[in-house]
Structures are given as C-alpha cells and as structure tokens.
C-alpha cells in the first residue's frame, strides 16, 4: 500500500485521506470470477463494498478537526487511562489544559487509526468469504461484522506498540507531562486501552458507511454496487 508508507514514524499525509483509492478506482485488488455482473461475481461485490466502506471511514476518522476530536473529547481521558483517572483529575487543572491534552491524544489516536488502515486493506483482499449471497442479503452492517469477526483482535495488537512508542516519545509536553505525574503507569496498558478504543471506533464508522452504501448504493458510481445492491437486486 504505498499510499500509507511509514516515513520517519509518521503516516504520509495523502495517505490518511485516500489510502486505496487509486486501488479502488483502476480495479487492481479485484478478482476474476463469473459473469454474472459483467465479470464480477457476488463476492467481488462484498471486497468492493468493505473496500469502499472503509476509505470512506479512515477519511472521516483522520480529518483534521473531526471526528476525532470529538471522540477523544467524549471519551474522556479518564476512560482512556483506567484507574490512573484520579491522578489525571489532579494535573487537569484548566479546562484549557484538558482540551490541548485531549487534542495530543486524538493525534496519536489519529496515527494509530492511520496505522490501522494497511491492516484493514490487506485483510479486504484476502478474506475467505464464506457465504457472499447472506452477506449481500444481510444487515446494513452484515458485511463490516463478518470481517471484524474474522481480524479479531488483529489491529488492536497492530497498533499497540506504535501507540506506546508515540506517547513515550511524543513532541507534545503535555503528554511528558502526564505520563510523568502518572509514577509508575503502565504505558502498555494506556496503548491497549486507547488502541481498543480506536478499534471500536474503525468498526463503528465502517459499519455506517455499509449501511449508508446500502441505503444509497448509486452514489458510489460505482455498476457492480449498484447492480448487487440497488432496489430489487436482493437475490
């Protein structure tokens, strides 16, 4: 995926916002199979689907200014520290404080979502579909369930060690200054709980652009989408 080449630790910019979609778009990562959508078979139709589903969610999830801020904001930088959340509660003295150290957060929790997409890409084109008829026939989420369930616990342990390297090595003070009120932490355990929390957040967001794909399948532009799943091709 050179789109999301790592260079000097940090994920390339044009990366985050179109990691497939040159990919996408000249039909690479696509397998030959039957005739029935102009040579593209069901399963083909699933990949596409997961494929378009995610870039459209890591866009989203790594924009400046969105998502995220709001999400690490919501989830509080106690939820992510455990039961450290009262000596977090000591050094958060300001409001201006906590708002500039959850926004160092979000950007490590960027890079791990950044980090995550290879991951993501990698498993779309490989992934044993067992059944593609009850995926295209499922829930709006059928298909972005299946392939969580089928990575497990993948990008979670994909993104921990990054994650731990970017706080302990973090250019933001703030974070020093955090980890180093916090005597003892255990940085591994903060990277696990922020990495499940990015993970959730991956799953979530591509769950909602399947269903929104679903819903509106000719606005992706997209013959074999809207062939498998416009109005009346439910087979």
Do not use: H
């Amino acid at each position: 995926m050179t789109d999301l080449t790592i260079s000097d630790g940090k994920p390339a910019l044009m990366g985050r916002r179109r990691f497939m979609g040159g990919a996408l778009a000249s039909g690479a990562l696509m397998l030959p199979a039957c005739q029935s959508f102009g040579g593209w078979s069901l399963t083909d139709a699933i990949r596409q689907l997961l494929y378009l589903s995610s870039e459209r969610a890591f866009v989203r999830l790594t924009a400046p200014g969105g998502f995220w801020d709001e999400q690490v904001a919501a989830l509080g930088l106690n939820g992510l520290l455990g039961t450290r959340g009262g000596v977090v509660a000591d050094i958060l003295t300001s409001s201006l404080f906590k708002s500039r150290l959850e926004g160092a957060f979000a950007d490590i929790a960027i890079e791990g979502a950044a980090r995550a997409a290879p991951v993501v890409a990698d498993a779309v084109r490989v992934v044993g579909i067992r059944n593609a008829v009850a995926l295209v026939n499922g829930g709006p989420t059928a298909a972005t369930s299946f392939l969580r369930d089928d990575l497990g616990l993948m990008l979670v342990d994909a993104m921990v060690p990054e994650l731990g390297d970017a706080m302990r090595f973090a250019n933001e003070p703030l974070v020093s200054e955090l980890l180093a009120g916090l005597t003892g932490i255990d940085v591994g355990g903060v990277a696990r709980n922020l990495a499940a929390q990015v993970d959730d957040a991956i799953w979530r967001e591509m769950g909602a652009e399947e269903a929104a794909i679903r819903r509106n399948p000719r606005s992706t532009n997209d013959p074999l989408l809207i062939g498998v799943f416009g109005a009346g091709a439910a087979l």
